[in-house]
T-cell receptor, first 114, second 115 residues
Framework: NAGVMQNPRHLVRRRGQEARLRCSPM?????VYWYRQLPEEGLKFMVY????????ESGMPKERFSAEFPKEGPSILRIQQVVRGDSAAYFC????????????FGSGTRLTVV | GQQVMQIPQYQHVQEGEDFTTYCNSS?????IQWYKQRPGGHPVFLIQ?????EVKKQKRLTFQFGEAKKNSSLHITATQTTDVGTYFC???????????????FGQGTILTVHP
């Protein structure tokens, strides 16, 4: 039973380019969450999605960032016109019934903007 | 919005010493979860506490949930070098009678164990 799959593991983008981060949840999980982490810092919530629905995007910057979780295929976190401050590790997690089980995290995408 | 505070931010111990990290929420929680992240790795779920005053043990790790369901602690007895990493608490709040899926993470405690 594969865990949460994130790709790519490492992504280098020049300032102004677009970054697309992909996340396939665990089989049977319908909830997907994206978190951002800077070195030696905590996990900052970005967005919570279920299939075809954004449940909570209160942690997403209003500009340049968007997320989706289509009926078919992985969840996508998209960052347009990246800036150096976007460099971070982006973790995706999925869950089933959160009252009984924790999140399963993917290995993360390390984004570097040069 | 909900805030989860965790202290200390850093803890350096000698191998064999004990370690404790504390977590405090601004609101009453439905449950609290603990995660461990090894250096360069991703967070891994350790345990979930649901009941007021609950205490759970995993070998040398003891987890507690406060009576008011607003605070929690993780205690490691006789640390080993394999305990190195960042320990996060994460709170799940209730909304409208149901448990809302988003976890709010504490800032984490970075544990260093010197051999």
């Amino acid at each position: 039973n594969a865990g949460v799959m994130q790709n790519p593991r490492h992504l280098v983008r020049r300032r102004g380019q677009e970054a697309r981060l992909r996340c396939s949840p665990m089989k049977g999980h319908s909830h997907v969450y994206w978190y951002r982490q800077l070195p030696e810092e905590g996990l900052k919530f970005m967005v919570y999605l279920q299939k075809e629905n954004i449940i909570d995007e209160s942690g997403m910057p209003k500009e340049r960032f968007s997320a989706e979780f289509p009926k078919e295929g992985p969840s996508i976190l998209r960052i347009q016109q990246v800036v150096r401050g976007d460099s971070a590790a982006y973790f995706c997690a999925s869950s089933g019934d959160i009252t009984n089980y924790g999140y399963t995290f993917g290995s993360g995408t390390r984004l570097t903007v040069v | 919005g909900q805030q989860v505070m965790q202290i200390p931010q850093y803890q350096h111990v000698q191998e064999g010493e004990d370690f404790t990290t504390y977590c405090n929420s601004s609101t009453t929680l439905s449950n609290i979860q603990w995660y461990k992240q090894r250096p360069g790795g991703h967070p891994v779920f350790l345990i979930q506490l649901v009941k007021s005053g609950e205490v759970k043990k995993q070998k040398r790790l003891t987890f507690q949930f406060g009576e008011a369901k607003k605070n929690s602690s993780l205690h490691i007895t006789a640390t080993q070098t394999t305990d190195v990493g960042t320990y996060f608490c994460a709170g799940l709040r209730k909304a409208g009678g149901t448990s809302y899926g988003k976890l709010t993470f504490g800032q984490g405690t970075i544990l260093t164990v010197h051999p």
